[in-house]
């Protein structure tokens, strides 16, 4: 973790529209907000996305190169991971929090469960220095990389130099995961007045908009905001969440609010993945919300939803997945590059 310190200084689906304004060539959705990210300072092009593509999955990033981003981030999984509640690292570590889906980033200005990075650009460093997931440095990442001839290509394709740098190697990441955009899910399609809610996800959404609406805000389906949520403290981890990076006593247990987006794909929930149903997570805004002087002013009254309203809610937060951006044959392992003689499928 001391050596991290130091260094943590679009895919369209059979319902997304776009905006016609783009930013830097990137492609807003229609009925999306701004993004936060300055492209200005990292230009997205098709070789800097490709190279990031090949860093993300590849398992030279880890000190002893058995894992990868991808080994907590599946695309099938909507960039999460559904294995187990807490991350797993090299030499079979177990991590402290629940892997996070990597969704629209673009419109994110922190990162981590704590907010602890305030940077996509930054973002990688965390993972690749923390002992428990990659344990790696830059330096020595920079150097592995330098010494494999595809990745002084690729470098060479993205930036016009085939030296690899830091600083390239983290934009390059960053430009993959810039295109992780996910807007084409059912409720994309009525809000685009392409297709209509049954009765059931209807009375789902309006139930949604009376009790979740105030942190899930749409069209992202998080304020990005940090809440303690009521959860009890897990008594093996003892996370205080944001109030670790903060040192303020009114951030104990608050943790940032994750999006909604593809909901079905990212159990285990919460961040230490207590909960594996999206029933157990119901279950405990109905009835197991914990009091506290850092609770969210939002869940002072619990939901109190029937049986019948669970089940409508639920069949509203489905429609939330999008299995265009699940199956995007561009988000997944790269075998063109690593594999030229293999062709990438459509």
């Known amino acids: 973790m001391k050596k991290g310190i130091l260094f943590l200084i679009l895919l369209s689906g059979l319902f997304m529209a776009y905006r016609s304004d783009h930013t830097e060539g990137f492609r807003i959705p229609e009925g999306f907000p701004p993004p936060v990210y300055s492209f200005a300072s990292n230009l997205l092009t098709e070789e800097k996305i490709q190279l990031g593509r090949a860093l993300f999955y590849d398992n030279l990033l880890s000190r002893n190169q058995t894992i990868s981003c991808a080994s907590c981030h599946s695309n099938y999984n909507a960039f999460a991971h559904t294995d187990h509640a807490l991350s797993h690292g090299i030499d079979d570590s177990i991590g402290t929090r629940n892997a996070p889906a ?125 809440q303690n949520n009521g959860l009890p403290v897990d008594e093996y981890l003892h996370d205080a969440g944001r109030m670790r990076i903060s040192k303020n006593p009114g951030d104990s247990m608050k943790f940032k609010v994750p999006t909604l987006r593809n909901v ?32 969210s002013p939002l869940l002072k009254k619990p939901m109190q939803l029937t049986s019948e309203q669970k089940v409508d809610l639920i069949a509203f937060l489905l429609t939330l997945s999008d299995k265009h951006f699940i199956f995007n044959a561009k988000h997944a392992y790269p075998r063109n590059i690593f594999f030229p003689q293999a062709k990438e499928s459509k």
């Open 102 to 226: 990597l969704i629209n980033l673009a419109w994110q200005n922190s990162f981590m469960w704590d907010g602890a990075i305030n940077h996509l650009d930054m973002q990688a460093l965390a993972p690749m220095h923390n002992r428990l997931e990659m344990d790696e440095s830059i330096e020595h990442v920079v150097q592995k990389l330098q010494a494999t001839p595809v990745y002084r290509k690729l470098y060479y394709e993205a930036f016009g130099d085939s030296t690899v740098t830091g600083e390239h190697t983290l934009k390059a990441m960053s430009a993959f995961m810039l295109t992780l955009v996910s807007a084409g899910s059912k409720y994309d399609s009525v809000k685009l007045h392409r297709s209509v809610f049954t009765l059931q996800e209807s009375k789902g959404y309006n139930l949604f908009k009376t009790h979740c609406a105030g942190c899930h805000t749409e069209p992202m389906f998080t304020n990005y905001s940090f």
């Open 264 to 295: 079905e794909y990212t159990f285990p929930y919460m961040h230490d993945g207590r909960f594996r149903q999206l029933s157990e997570v119901i279950n405990h805004y109905n009835q197991g919300i914990r009091s506290s002087s850092t609770l």
